[in-house]
């Protein structure tokens, strides 16, 4: 395999849109902190946040799908609705801080396996060991629960609630997690050395997305409060999520095959314009909303769909990108191969890429 093949596109690409997240989530956060009078920061932050929550829905349009989820009709549409149900019955009632603790937690474990997902296509690209992914895995939530650990007293519903156990529970577990933060971290040390005197180093665009997913969640260790945290993982986050369902699309769905909404997908994926002037359209659309349920004393009810709606992508991303579904490996494993990106005599033969897991 050349040095190109272990990239998922291309080293210029996977770069600015994978490896770059702790950059831009840094450069959001900035900006934002510098320049909080300015209100397109913000509007630049829901602008992409609003197209990758909405892009999950998007495996409904493909005409390849529809078999799989019509046949898992419990998991793809009663799930969403049993969601959106029980967020309301928590929004409403004396459950919010749940909710809300729930939708943080769920958020940075969401957030830490796409990052395990991506370095386990790097790390099958690079021919890396099969069994190498529990203990990178396993140090990237580390670090992630290390990270929540440390903005625990800014985060009053979840310091709430441990506070309610004891006074002391949220430091202990801030020490027990960064304890298992850098046990994690020897073990991954122990299991590089072992690696490379077997013939397996850790390939360049392996160690370099690693060292990225890591670095991911720094804002927590600085920003003052873990809102703003928060959102400054998010925003690399958000870019590195969009760039993944936009190069899937623009390989996966060719122009003038397959149903209308299948040709939306291919044809958004290859007319830029376009595709942002959807995104805008439709960010613009759920702020309008959220101000007019503002106007009309509704905006619980607005804040209610909203968590929904991000309780679904947490949800439904379990099942349309985990890698250890047998559907998911054949139906996106060929995809995520930089071979993809040649046009093939026939089609592609499905591989166990693990992407997500």
């Not at 909080?36 to 829905?57: C, E, K, N, Q």
């Not at 590195?240 to 040709?263: C, D, E, F, I």
């Not at 995520?336 to 992407?355: D, E, F, N, R, W």
Request: hydrophobic letters at 55%.
């Amino acid at each position: 395999m050349t040095v190109k093949g272990k990239w998922i596109e291309s080293p210029l690409y996977d770069s600015l849109f994978f490896v770059a997240a702790p950059v831009l989530g840094a450069l959001y956060l900035l900006a934002y902190l510098a320049a909080p009078h300015l209100r397109i920061i913000p509007g630049i932050f829901f602008t992409v946040g609003m197209a990758h929550y909405l892009s999950t829905f998007t495996f409904y349009l493909g005409d390849d799908n529809r078999a799989h989820y019509r046949s898992h009709a419990a998991a793809f549409f009663a799930g969403p609705v049993a969601l959106l149900i029980a967020a309301g019955l928590m929004r409403f009632g004396p459950l919010l801080p749940i909710l809300l603790t729930i939708i943080y937690l769920w958020n940075v474990w969401h957030i830490s396996l796409q990052n395990c997902g991506i370095l386990s296509v790097y790390r099958h690209l690079g021919g890396g060991p099969r069994d190498e992914k529990r203990f990178a895995n396993g140090l990237i939530l580390a670090i992630a629960a290390a990270a929540v650990a440390v903005q625990i007293r800014t985060f009053d519903p979840l310091d709430h609630l441990l506070t309610r156990m004891s006074p002391q529970t949220p430091a202990i577990v801030v020490d027990i997690a960064i304890g298992f933060a850098v046990i994690a971290g020897l073990i991954y040390g122990w299991r590089v050395v072992r690696r490379t005197r077997a013939g397996m180093p850790l390939r360049s665009p392996e160690a370099i997305f690693l060292i990225s997913s890591i670095a991911l969640f720094h804002p927590f260790f600085w920003a003052a409060n873990a809102s703003d945290a928060t959102n400054g993982v998010l925003f690399g986050h958000f870019v590195q999520y969009l760039a993944l369902v936009w190069l899937l699309h623009k390989r996966k769905y060719m122009p003038g095959t397959g149903s209308a909404l299948q040709n939306a997908l291919a044809f958004l994926s290859r007319n830029f314009l376009l595709l942002g002037g959807l995104m805008f359209t439709l960010a613009f659309a759920f702020y309008m909303m959220s101000k007019i349920a503002q106007t009309y004393g509704a905006y619980g009810i607005w804040a209610w769909l909203f968590n929904s709606l991000v309780l679904m992508h947490f949800y439904l991303d379990g099942w349309i990108w985990a890698f250890k579904r047998p559907y998911v490996r054949q139906s996106l494993g060929p995809y995520l191969s930089p071979q993809a990106a040649v046009p093939a005599a026939g089609p592609i033969a499905a591989t166990a890429v693990p992407a997500r897991s």
